[in-house]
């Protein structure tokens, strides 16, 4: 073919930088994906030194990136780094032995990364055997210049680059050094720390520890010199912890929770779930502990979950965020903080390390913006894993607080009689020395007026205590109205719809003597409709007239009235229902409307529980086991998942999110079990392996 | 001009007894209605008569159905960009998830009809709207012209050079309705054509 009729593709120097810009939005990212390429090159050290970087500039500027990895050849320097586009680890994504590190900087963006960092690059790099060392210098300025002067246009692809190689005295010497001179932005002391924290989560302390890499930053003018990466004893400091791990061969995963019994977290098995087995190790930090850890590790931040891939950071938590309000939250654990202030646990409290693998847990994909993950199923599953896992610090939270209000009653109760001890004794003193009556007198009448304000400070704490439960009360019925003004007005909505309908077509239709018989079925249907209205209202009025007064109620006629409140709703979605109840049972100085709530929001959720369910059966059954009276609540329903039968008793945390559960009504009965002193949980099912049974547990006197 | 009206949604268990279907019927008597309670049947109706001028009013929100109407719309979508679709709702559309409001957004040929406050009037103008729309578009001209030229019916309109596989003008309809590539690049030949023909009529 003749030469003219060939094009060729070129490019302008400003077209790679526009290319690296889009690629690399920051520097701490740009510098990031240098560190990531020594990792891959099997360093074991790598040194990043900053030399006059910031604003007050005593002599040139650089960041010089070394490691002691395998280097490059003059091939690789040619063919591959020279070459825009290739990636080497896209083909062959570990790296050499021994280390076989699963690679991180795949995408083979590193050059873009050095064009941001710094006008100038030299590459000094050596393989080991080798007996001289490769220098490369390329000078992003020059070309810009040579464009500029030449009113030409010169292409990026025509530009020569110096390149010498020079005797290495020690053969066994490895590694690459990336000198970048001119560094284009300043870089502040906080944007150092910030790297250093970046550097510190390149490589998880719980990943395969075999070949670690050390990274170490130095930054004279700022007086830095810390090594960022991080080991486990570096996180001993916090006040509990746990860690998961899966067995693939027994298809089991570990799971969280709080055991309330023996004040510990404890680890149960579930079927490993759809986005596949995964370990984790989650450390929770108490305020003296959160204290204690900023002290130690300054650069560092209690910053959450962070989801590594075969012992990489991914991603998503790689790119970082300097104002910490806007700091991502990818899982969204934050994003529950606000509905319970006390016991929720937030991102500030706890280091997390996911660990996951390319192998086993293929459809977790970093998205294209590197910013999340794809949004499957199988992500969606793994957040609401990581979240579900949290329950168990909130329950050791939850317990922590209310054991120290305990604790501080009890040393206020005891100051009070130590203040009594101590006037005895003064007196016994006085009395057997008279001389020193006068002057033990007002040591006297100070101790008896400090053990007044102490009984006066009991019972103010008492009453303060009791007004806070009873605004929690308040609170709670408030919530369970406005669940129940939900269902309440979708109710009367279709209803209304229905008659709607009826109406419009009498309105546009009537007189039509051919449809006479059309007429009366609807006015008939209309007036059913009318009738359910009223049923609705009804209910809903009996609701309002209840009061929380103590008072003895006859639990077993209690029951049997709720469910024939309920008559309608069972008929109307085809559930059976039976109570079993031995005996007559009578509560003394109880509150009825407490049951009602109980019982109230367990039918609801057996109800929608049960609502794709071949057999639709709700059953009631109360025992008396000693000084206990049981009641337990089963359904044929769609069950709970063993590893939230504790979590979704929490506020807001529901599994039926989609049929329009708010994630109180589990909530509302927990407190009420409790305010009852009792307690309550979720067992296996009593209809085997359909279903769900709850179990309530309350002190009974006969 | 017949047409198919097709309504899928649980609560209308009366079917054509329903008050608001039957309002419809009475309004709309050149259409062929059809109700569907069951969404995978209302869905495996709509996929096999893609060929037919249609518009579907699906609801929102099926309870107890896996299907639900925004993966109604999807599937319809893989099949065919042409099909008018309405969305119903009981609810606020505050109360629909906001990605499926983006997916509904983004779509072509969709609309939404509030089921609280809208009349029968209301479906019924938004019905005339999209007949309206009819009157340009491509396959409905062509449907129009075949009704009136039955004798065209079976003439060869287009031969596909790579296979010699020949398509008559029903064809052809049934090929630009499905959304075929055929039908596809023959509506984008022919608009070019015009264009063509014109640009030189006019020099």
């Not at chain 1, 991180?104 to 710094?118: N, P, T, W, Y």
């Not at chain 1, 590459?123 to 220098?135: A, C, E, H, R, S």
């Not at chain 1, 959160?290 to 989801?307: A, H, L, M, S, T």
Request: glycine fraction near 4%; include cysteine; proline fraction near 3%.
């Amino acid at each position: 073919m003749d030469e003219n009729q060939v094009l060729k593709w070129r490019f302008d120097v400003s077209t790679f930088r526009l290319i690296g810009r889009d690629l690399i939005t920051d520097r701490v990212t740009a510098l990031f994906e240098l560190v990531k390429n020594c990792y891959d090159a099997n360093a074991t050290e790598t040194t990043i030194v900053f030399n006059n970087v910031g604003l007050e500039k005593n002599g040139e500027s650089s960041i010089i990136i070394k490691d002691n990895g395998i280097g490059m050849s003059f091939a690789d320097i040619r063919d591959k780094w020279m070459v825009i586009g290739t990636s080497n680890k896209r083909s062959n994504p570990y790296s050499p032995e021994p280390f076989n590190r699963k690679c991180v900087g795949e995408k083979g963006i590193g050059r873009f990364a050095v064009d941001k960092l710094g006008d100038k690059v030299n590459i000094t790099t050596k393989q080991v055997g080798k007996n001289q060392w490769l220098d490369v210098e390329i000078d992003w300025e020059a070309y810009y210049k040579q464009s500029a002067e030449n009113h030409d246009i010169k292409l990026f692809t025509d530009i020569e680059n110096h390149y010498e190689f020079h005797d290495s005295e020690n053969q066994n010497d490895h590694g690459t050094t990336l000198t970048i001179t001119n560094v284009r932005e300043i870089w502040l002391e906080s944007d150092i720390k910030r790297f250093v924290e970046e550097a510190a989560k390149l490589v998880s302390p719980l990943a395969n520890m075999s070949y670690p890499m050390q990274i170490k930053v130095v930054a004279p003018e700022y007086g830095i010199e810390t090594i960022a990466t991080k080991n486990l004893d570096d996180v001993n400091i916090a006040t509990i912890d746990f860690s998961l791990d899966f067995n693939l061969s027994a298809n089991t995963q570990d799971t969280a929770y709080f055991n309330e019994d023996t004040e510990v977290i404890e680890i149960r098995t579930i079927p490993i779930k759809s986005f596949g087995g995964i370990k984790m190790k989650v450390y929770f930090f108490d305020d003296t502990a959160r204290r204690r850890y900023r002290k130690e590790f300054p650069n560092n931040q209690i910053d959450g979950v962070k989801i590594y891939r075969d012992g990489i950071i991914t991603t998503p938590f790689a790119e970082n965020e300097s104002d910490d309000d806007k700091k991502r939250d990818i899982l969204g654990i934050d994003k529950r903080l606000w509905k319970d202030i006390f016991d929720r646990v937030s991102t500030r409290e706890i280091i997390g390390v996911v660990e996951i693998t390319k192998d086993y847990n293929p459809m977790i994909i970093d998205a294209t913006n590197r910013q999340d993950f794809v949004d499957n199923e199988q992500y969606r599953d793994l957040k609401e894993f990581i979240i579900t896992q949290l329950d168990a610090i909130e329950g050791y939270k939850k317990y922590s607080r209310k054991k120290k209000r305990k604790e501080n009653n009890n040393t206020l109760m005891s100051a009070g009689q130590e203040i009594q001890n101590f006037i005895s004794s003064v007196e016994n003193i006085a009395q057997q020395n008279p001389n020193l009556k006068d002057s033990l007198t007002p040591v006297v009448e100070q101790a008896k007026k400090t053990g007044k304000a102490v009984r006066t400070a009991i019972k103010e704490k008492k009453e303060a205590e009791e007004e806070f439960a009873r605004k929690e009360n308040i609170y709670m019925s408030i919530m369970s109205l406005q669940e129940y003004a939900i269902h309440i007005t979708h109710a009367v909505r279709t209803t209304l719809n229905k008659i709607r309908d009826r109406v419009e077509y009498f309105n546009l239709f009537y007189p039509d003597p051919t449809e006479e018989d059309i007429f009366k079925r609807y006015a008939k249907e209309m007036y059913i409709e009318f009738l359910n209205v009223n049923k609705v209202i009804d209910y809903m009025l009996s609701y309002s007239q209840s009061n929380i007064q103590p008072e003895d109620i006859q639990l077993d006629e209690t029951l049997k009235e709720i469910f024939t409140e309920y008559k309608p709703l069972f008929d109307a979605n085809g559930i059976t229902t039976e109570i079993i109840i031995p005996e007559k049972i009578m509560l003394r100085n109880t509150r009825q409307q407490f049951f009602r709530d109980i019982l109230q929001n367990l039918l609801d959720n057996s109800i929608k529980a049960v609502k794709d369910s071949p057999q639709k059966i709700i059953r009631c059954t109360v025992v008396i086991e000693k000084e206990k009276l049981i009641i337990m609540l089963s359904d044929t329903g769609c069950g709970i998942p063993e590893e939230k039968r504790t979590w979704v008793f929490g506020i807001y945390n529901t599994t039926t999110q989609d049929q329009g559960g708010a994630g109180i009504g589990l909530y509302i009965v927990k407190t009420r079990v409790e305010s009852l002193q009792g307690n309550v949980s979720i067992i296996d099912s009593e209809f085997g392996n359909i279903g769900t049974t709850v179990r309530i547990e309350l002190p009974f006197k006969k | 001009m017949n047409y198919k009206l097709v309504f899928i949604d649980d609560n209308m268990r009366e079917g054509n007894d329903n008050p608001f279907i039957r309002s419809i019927g009475k309004f709309k008597k050149e259409a062929d209605i059809s109700v569907f309670t069951d969404p995978q049947k209302g869905l495996n109706f709509v996929l096999e008569n893609l060929n037919s001028r249609m518009i579907v009013f699906v609801d929102c929100k099926f309870d107890g159905y896996g299907l639900q109407g925004i993966n109604i719309l999807k599937q319809i979508r893989e099949q065919t960009s042409l099909l008018y679709i309405v969305m119903m709702s009981a609810n606020a559309i505050s109360q629909i998830a906001g990605l499926d409001i983006i997916e509904m957004i983004n779509e072509d040929y969709i609309w939404f009809f509030d089921r609280n406050n809208g009349t029968v009037t209301d479906a019924c103008n938004l019905i005339d709207k999209i007949r309206n729309l009819w009157t340009t578009r491509f396959d409905c001209v062509l449907e129009q012209w075949l009704i009136r030229h039955p004798e065209d019916n079976n003439k060869e309109a287009y031969s596909e050079l790579s296979t010699g596989k020949t398509y008559t003008w029903t064809d052809i309809l049934i090929q630009l309705r499905l959304q075929t590539p055929v039908g596809k690049s023959f509506e984008q030949k022919l608009n070019e054509y015009y264009i063509y023909q014109l640009d030189r009529s006019i020099k």
